[in-house]
C-alpha cells in the first residue's frame, strides 16, 4: 500500500511539474510576442516617411526606380499597380479619403481629362523640362515622350508596304490589322485621335466620325483588350500590322521580334506620359520630392539607356550621348509632330469614344445608313 501511495504521489508530482513548466512555457511565449510586436511596430516608418503610388507603368520601369528613390530619400514607398483607367475610376471612387497621394504614370491626355481628381503643383526641378511637355495649370507633371508609331510583320510584309496612317486604310489591311481598346488602353485612345486628326479630310467632328467609321469597318470586329497585345499579336502573325508606341516597338525590335517599326509619313503625335498628385493627399511632400526626382537628370538620362523612353528635358540630346547602349532615337522634329490641344481633347474624350462604340459594334452597312 505505502508503495502504491508513493508512486501515486510521484506521479501527482510530475503532472504538476510539466503543468508549471507549460504555463511558464507560454508566459514565454507571450513575453516574446509582444516584444515582436514591440519591434516590428518601432521599424515601420512614420507617417512623414510615408508614400503610397498607383501606377500603371510595368514593373520593369516603375521598379529601379521607385527602389532608387526609397535609398536616396528613406522614404518607404507602397506601390499599387493597374491600367490608367483602372485606377482613376478608383481614385473618384475614393476622393475625399484618398488612399494613395499620387498616381504615376497614364497619359497626359488621360490625366488632363481627370484633372479634378489631381491638386496643382510645381515641384522643384520642374523648369528643366522642356516647354512643350509641361502642364500651365501644374495638375500632371510630364515623365517621357511617346511617339505613336506603326509597326508591321518582317515576314510578312517587305519594307515600303506600311509607310502611314493612309495605308492601314487599304484592302490588303482588312481585317488584319492589331489594335486595342480605346476605352480601356490610354496609347491607344492617343493613337485613335492622332488617326482621325491626320486623316480627316474636313475639320470638327463630322471628319473624325468619317474616319472612326472607316477605321473601324477595316478592323472587321477584331479589338484587343490590352495595349500590349499588339506586340505580341503582329509579331506572331496574326496581324500583319498594328499601332503601338515607340516604346514598345523599340523593345520589341531588341528581343528579337519579327516587327519593324515605322515613323508614320504623315507625322504623329508625341504626347507624353506623367504623374499627379492626388486631391487631399496624406504625403504630398513628399509625393512631390517625387516628382522632382523622376524629373531629374539621372532618371531622365535612365529612360533612354534602358528603358527605350524618350526624355522630356529641355536637355535631352545631351543625356542621350551620355547613355552608352541606349536606344537610337532619331530627332523628334523628324517624326513631324502634329498638333495635339490637350484641352480639346480632354472635353470630347467621351465624345469620340462614343461614336467609337457606336461604329465599332455596328455593322457597316447600319453605321452607312
Not at 516603375?62 to 532608387?68: L, S
Not at 479589338?223 to 509579331?235: E, H, K, P
Request: net charge negative; charged share 25%; with cysteine.
Amino acid at each position: 500500500m505505502e508503495r502504491a501511495e508513493r508512486q501515486r504521489k510521484k506521479r501527482c508530482s510530475s503532472i504538476l511539474v510539466k503543468m508549471w513548466l507549460s504555463v511558464l512555457l507560454l508566459m514565454l511565449l507571450s513575453a516574446c510576442g509582444k516584444r515582436e510586436g514591440i519591434l516590428e511596430t518601432e521599424l515601420l516608418p512614420s507617417e512623414e516617411q510615408r508614400l503610397v503610388i498607383y501606377t500603371s507603368h510595368k514593373r520593369e520601369v516603375w521598379w529601379p526606380i521607385v527602389k532608387e528613390f526609397e535609398e536616396r530619400s528613406g522614404i518607404w514607398t507602397e506601390v499599387t499597380e493597374g491600367g490608367s483607367n483602372e485606377l482613376l475610376k478608383r481614385i473618384a471612387e475614393e476622393s475625399g479619403q484618398p488612399k494613395a497621394d499620387l498616381m504615376f504614370g497614364g497619359g497626359v491626355d488621360t490625366l488632363q481629362s481627370s484633372r479634378e481628381l489631381f491638386a496643382p503643383c510645381e515641384p522643384l526641378g520642374l523648369s528643366g523640362i522642356a516647354p512643350e511637355f509641361r502642364d500651365p495649370n501644374g495638375y500632371w507633371t510630364a515623365f517621357s515622350a511617346l511617339p505613336v508609331v506603326l509597326i508591321y510583320n518582317t515576314k510578312l510584309l517587305e519594307p515600303g508596304q506600311l509607310r502611314g496612317w493612309e495605308d492601314l486604310m487599304r484592302p490588303m489591311f482588312q481585317g488584319k490589322l492589331a489594335f486595342a481598346d480605346p476605352a480601356k488602353s490610354g496609347s491607344n485612345f492617343t493613337a485613335l485621335v492622332t488617326l482621325c486628326r491626320v486623316l480627316a479630310k474636313q475639320p470638327g467632328p463630322d471628319g473624325e466620325r468619317e474616319v472612326l467609321k472607316e477605321f473601324a469597318a477595316q478592323l472587321g470586329g477584331v479589338l484587343l483588350d490590352n495595349s500590349g497585345d499588339v506586340m505580341s499579336t503582329v509579331a506572331d502573325g496574326k496581324a500583319l500590322a498594328g499601332i503601338t508606341l515607340e516604346e514598345s516597338a523599340l523593345k520589341g525590335i531588341a528581343a528579337g521580334k519579327n516587327i519593324a517599326l515605322v515613323y508614320p509619313a504623315e507625322g504623329t503625335s508625341v504626347i507624353p506620359d506623367g504623374s499627379a498628385v492626388l486631391c487631399g493627399a496624406r504625403h504630398r511632400e513628399n509625393a512631390e520630392r517625387f516628382l522632382e526626382f523622376v524629373s531629374g537628370e539621372d532618371v531622365q538620362r535612365l529612360l533612354q539607356r534602358r528603358l527605350c523612353r524618350r526624355s522630356v528635358r529641355k536637355d535631352a540630346a545631351r543625356l542621350l550621348e551620355q547613355a552608352e547602349g541606349g536606344a537610337a532615337f532619331p530627332a523628334l522634329q523628324e517624326l513631324h509632330p502634329i498638333n495635339y490641344d490637350l484641352e480639346e481633347i480632354s472635353m470630347e474624350r467621351d465624345a469620340l469614344l462614343m461614336s467609337w462604340e457606336f461604329y465599332f459594334g455596328t455593322p457597316e452597312e447600319e453605321a452607312g445608313q
